[in-house]
């Protein structure tokens, strides 16, 4: 989203008016637009959608929620079931998701500067808005459905997500992964150290994994991220956490300078596109952070040190990537495999 972006409409009065567009996932602004309120029936709104024409929203904030559930209980029934081989139905099953997704982003709500909502029944969205986006001085258009993903961050980020290895809780922002499930952080907190001078925590997203390492007893952590949200985030909880001596936070794409007795990485799980700021930690195009932490990897680690490669099979399973590639990855790069330590965990029951 930039400033240059904005999206027009034209009120019942026919004056045209235009606003700021804030779309996280980077879609551009919706060519036609319609203003509507409590009259409009869900399947109008459904049939306006799927021609690509956004819905401004001007009535009950609740009925505008309960409109968007009907449209998606209609983008449901429309999916295209999935068929064939586990990988074809993985692929059905994301361009379901992306249909899904680019006709429920169409209905919006219009927002004051300050991150004002004037509609009936709106909730008040000023803190986790500004937790979100920052500072507003000018009105913006944002679909209802991200912003019910920017209130319910919000929540998280008030309540916080307890992490067992921690006895403590992690506190998620708006856009950076949350350690909901954590058999991955159990894993780093079980496996056996080979030092504990310095370690390196690449990609670190939230701060979890540099802080079970700080906890352990790594006398220095350095915890790098490219993403300014999730150095913001690690900051935070680090800090909260009392372990803000010990680990440093560097913006780095993937490694520091330097070398560690302990280099960790949990990239994203499956090759492909991500279409969201969340799905970057999901979906690593081209298997490049992947990639990068291999080939990489043997020049940051000290004599005696060992690479944490903290991966699911997912990928595999849903021949996505061979069984034959990481080991060859490994292979190319000059590393030899140590050890495996894994977790069973249920997987979700769509693709």
């Given at each position: 989203?930039?400033?240059?972006?904005?999206?027009?409409w034209?009120?019942?009065?026919?004056?045209?008016?235009?606003?700021?567009?804030?779309?996280?996932?980077?879609?551009?602004?919706?060519?036609?637009?319609?203003?509507?309120d409590?009259?409009?029936?869900?399947?109008?709104?459904?049939?306006?959608?799927?021609?690509?024409?956004?819905?401004?929203?001007?009535?009950d904030?609740?009925?505008?929620?309960?409109?968007?559930?009907?449209?998606?209980?209609?983008?449901?029934?429309?999916?295209?079931?999935?068929?064939?081989?586990?990988?074809?139905?993985?692929?059905?099953?994301?361009?379901?998701?992306?249909?899904?997704?680019?006709?429920?982003?169409?209905?919006?709500l219009?927002?004051?500067?300050?991150?004002?909502?004037?509609?009936r029944?709106?909730?008040?969205?000023?803190?986790a808005?500004?937790?979100?986006?920052?500072?507003?001085?000018?009105?913006?258009?944002?679909?209802?459905?991200?912003?019910?993903?920017?209130?319910?961050?919000?929540?998280?980020?008030?309540?916080?997500?307890?992490?067992?290895?921690?006895?403590?809780?992690?506190?998620?922002h708006?856009?950076?992964?949350s350690?909901?499930?954590?058999?991955?952080?159990?894993?780093?907190?079980?496996?056996?150290?080979?030092?504990?001078?310095?370690?390196?925590?690449?990609?670190?997203?939230?701060?979890?994994?540099?802080?079970?390492?700080?906890?352990?007893?790594v006398?220095?952590?350095v915890a790098?991220?490219?993403?300014?949200?999730?150095?913001?985030?690690?900051?935070?909880?680090?800090?909260?956490?009392?372990?803000?001596?010990?680990?440093d936070?560097?913006?780095?794409?993937?490694?520091?300078a330097?070398?560690?007795s302990?280099?960790?990485c949990?990239?994203?799980?499956?090759?492909?596109?991500?279409?969201?700021?969340?799905?970057?930690?999901?979906?690593?195009?081209?298997?490049?952070?992947l990639?990068?932490?291999?080939?990489?990897?043997?020049?940051?680690?000290?004599?005696?040190?060992?690479?944490?490669?903290?991966?699911?099979?997912?990928?595999?399973?849903?021949?996505?990537?061979?069984?034959?590639?990481?080991p060859?990855?490994?292979?190319?790069?000059?590393?030899?495999?140590?050890?495996?330590l894994?977790?069973?965990?249920?997987?979700?029951?769509?693709?």
């Amino acid at each position: 989203m930039t400033a240059e972006q904005n999206i027009r409409w034209w009120e019942s009065s026919g004056e045209e008016r235009c606003a700021l567009w804030r779309s996280e996932s980077g879609a551009l602004p919706p060519k036609r637009v319609v203003v509507a309120d409590d009259r409009m029936n869900a399947d109008t709104a459904f049939r306006l959608a799927c021609e690509g024409t956004a819905l401004l929203w001007r009535g009950d904030f609740h009925n505008a929620r309960q409109l968007l559930q009907a449209m998606s209980r209609r983008a449901d029934r429309k999916a295209p079931r999935p068929g064939g081989s586990l990988l074809q139905s993985f692929h059905v099953y994301r361009q379901a998701q992306a249909r899904r997704a680019r006709i429920l982003g169409m209905l919006l709500l219009p927002v004051e500067a300050g991150h004002v909502i004037r509609l009936r029944r709106a909730p008040d969205a000023r803190l986790a808005c500004e937790q979100a986006y920052g500072q507003c001085q000018e009105p913006y258009v944002v679909s209802l459905r991200e912003l019910q993903g920017v209130l319910g961050a919000g929540e998280w980020r008030r309540k916080g997500v307890q992490v067992p290895a921690l006895g403590e809780p992690i506190t998620p922002h708006y856009g950076v992964f949350s350690p909901v499930r954590g058999e991955y952080v159990d894993l780093v907190a079980e496996a056996p150290l080979p030092a504990q001078g310095t370690a390196f925590d690449i990609g670190t997203g939230t701060g979890v994994i540099a802080a079970v390492l700080a906890r352990r007893g790594v006398r220095r952590v350095v915890a790098t991220d490219c993403d300014a949200r999730a150095l913001a985030c690690a900051q935070e909880n680090l800090g909260r956490l009392g372990v803000s001596t010990v680990v440093d936070v560097q913006q780095a794409d993937l490694f520091p300078a330097g070398r560690a007795s302990v280099v960790v990485c949990n990239p994203p799980w499956l090759p492909g596109r991500a279409r969201t700021s969340l799905e970057h930690a999901v979906y690593d195009p081209g298997s490049r952070m992947l990639r990068g932490f291999i080939d990489g990897l043997c020049a940051h680690l000290a004599p005696g040190g060992e690479g944490w490669l903290i991966i699911s099979d997912l990928a595999e399973r849903l021949g996505l990537r061979s069984r034959d590639e990481l080991p060859a990855l490994f292979a190319k790069a000059g590393l030899r495999v140590a050890g495996r330590l894994a977790r069973v965990s249920m997987l979700p029951s769509g693709p």
